[in-house]
């Protein structure tokens, strides 16, 4: 069975950079057809999706967060993370990550998700 963990620091100071590591096990990142998304639910509100690297390396983010948002992994821990600059309190939420095949973000069908982790942004 793939798990996924989030870990990361659980506050962020305005204008840093958030960032986020989601570690794999039960399968391999570079496993041919499957992506590994992030996305976030800020309180109160419905899940966005923020974009993927897939099985290749290749990236893809979404259309409100592309010049702030950037996805990179680590083949020999398989591991994938998220940075994510110049955050701002609106940028507070559970963050997860979560993995399956292509076409599966569009619709929030997820083969597996992470349990989530809270980011707060504040000062």
């Known amino acids: 069975q793939v798990q996924l963990q989030e870990s990361g620091p659980g506050l962020v100071k305005p204008s840093q950079t958030l960032s986020l590591t989601c570690t794999v096990s039960?399968?391999?990142?570079?496993?041919?057809?499957?992506?590994w998304s992030w996305i976030r639910q800020p309180p109160g509100k419905g899940l966005e999706w923020i974009g993927y690297i897939s099985y290749s390396g290749t990236t893809y983010y979404s259309p409100s967060l592309p010049s702030r948002t950037s996805i990179s992994r680590d083949t020999s821990k398989n591991q994938f993370t998220l940075q994510l600059t110049s955050v701002t309190p609106e940028d507070t939420a559970v963050y997860y990550c979560?993995?399956?095949?292509?076409?599966?973000?569009?619709?929030?069908?997820?083969?597996?998700w992470g349990q989530g982790t809270q980011v707060a942004v504040s000062s």
């Open positions: 979560a993995t399956g095949v292509d076409g599966s973000m569009w619709r929030y069908e997820f083969a597996s």
């Open positions: 039960g399968g391999s990142i570079t496993t041919n057809y499957y992506y």
